[in-house]
């Protein structure tokens, strides 16, 4: 089985980086920086934790169970295979009692 990872890089000039990450920092609720010392940060976990994490995430972009589910459909759309992703997404819309065709 060979893995794929799906997504951009994106290089950002040294007079924007303060203020990308800045913006960053806010709308990820610093979740951008993955270190112990992120509040956010859980480290490695399992599902049913980390699905219990999402449904009840909310953010300046809005609720993290919507980000989740916009992904996993985008994945869809180009033919990704997550089986994690959907798993975590299947346990959100549960918990949230989210009906689903997928």
């Known amino acids: 089985m ?3 990872v799906w997504g951009m890089a994106y290089k950002i000039s040294e007079e924007d980086q ?4 800045a913006h960053l920092d806010h709308r990820e609720k610093d979740g951008y920086h993955r270190a112990d010392s992120n509040p956010f940060y859980t480290g490695p976990t399992n599902e ?11 953010g300046p972009s809005g ?3 919507e980000y989740l589910f916009q992904l996993a459909e985008a994945m869809r ?5 997550d089986t994690h992703l ?3 997404e299947t ?12």
């Open 91 to 102: 346990k959100v819309k549960n918990s949230l009692g989210v009906c689903s065709n997928k």
């Open 2 to 4: 060979t893995d794929q």
């Open 48 to 58: 049913d934790t980390i699905a219990d994490i999402i449904a009840s995430a909310v």
């Open 63 to 65: 609720p993290n169970s």
């Open 18 to 21: 303060e203020k990308v990450m």
């Open 86 to 88: 959907f798993s975590i």
């Open 77 to 81: 759309v180009v033919g990704a295979s």
